[in-house]
């Protein structure tokens, strides 16, 4: 069964503090998305990237950056943590073409203290 | 830009119910649509799509047709059960707009489905 894996299903971090979250695709996914999710603002695109140590700015990049050295692992890091992050991270993957859709983590509750 | 549009939730139904949540979109191209299910504590699960015009998408009972006229793509369910409860996202691709494909998700629409 194909995957996206998300390292942490529970993080609490303190404010300042810098996060990394982890996501991680057995797929040979060319893409990889970083969204978060709010109540009554649905999913937001942070950052993006179709190939390896390329990436793009979303709709909310602010207060974030993300890497991806190998092709399976897309990582979000959150350069220091602020209480309006605290959030639900959802991880995706997806091929080249625009039809089949997203793959999707089980998504990571980042609480910021 | 591209958007999606959602009927406000909760939709709250008792069990054996016929569903039906409303999804109308913009888009500049001609967009893939696709419903999308998270069940409580989940990720998003594709649950069906359709990629081009009169297409009509189905799984696990449910269906969605793509309207090209009306810019439509709404869910529907003859009998839903109360393992249905959830959050159902629309979305759509529209390629031709970002150059690239990424998704545009509506806001959600929570079911409830009691005994």
């Known amino acids: 069964d194909v995957k996206v894996t998300q390292s942490s299903r529970y993080l609490v971090k303190r404010t300042g503090e810098k996060v990394f979250l982890e996501c991680v695709q057995d797929?040979?996914?060319?893409?990889m998305f970083w969204y978060r999710q709010d109540p009554g603002l649905g999913l937001r695109l942070i950052y993006f990237?179709?190939?390896?140590?390329?990436?793009e700015k979303g709709d909310i990049p602010e207060g974030y950056s993300v890497s991806r050295e190998k092709k399976e692992r897309f990582s979000l890091i959150l350069e220091s943590a602020s209480t309006n992050q605290t959030s639900m991270y959802l991880c995706?993957?997806?091929?080249?073409?625009?039809?089949?859709?997203?793959?999707f983590g089980s998504g990571t509750r980042l609480t910021v203290v | 830009g591209d958007s999606v549009t959602q009927m406000e939730g909760p939709v709250t139904l008792s069990e054996e119910a016929f569903l039906t949540i409303n999804c109308t979109y913009t888009?500049?191209?001609?967009?893939?649509l696709f419903w999308y299910v998270q069940y409580p504590g989940e990720g998003l699960q594709l649950l069906l799509k359709?990629?081009?015009?009169?297409d009509k998408g189905s799984n696990k009972g449910f269906e969605a047709t793509y309207r090209k006229e009306t810019t439509s793509f709404h869910l529907e369910k003859g009998s839903v059960q109360v393992s249905d409860s959830a959050v159902y996202f629309c979305?759509?691709?529209?390629?031709?707009?970002?150059?690239?494909?990424?998704?545009?998700f509506g806001t959600g629409t929570r079911l409830l489905v009691s005994p």
């Open positions: 797929m040979d996914h060319e893409n």
């Open positions: 995706a993957s997806s091929p080249g073409q625009e039809s089949y859709g997203y793959t």
């Open positions: 990237s179709y190939d390896v140590k390329m990436k």
């Open positions: 359709a990629t081009k015009a009169d």
């Open positions: 979305a759509l691709s529209d390629p031709y707009n970002t150059g690239f494909q990424k998704l545009v």
């Open positions: 888009a500049t191209g001609y967009p893939s």
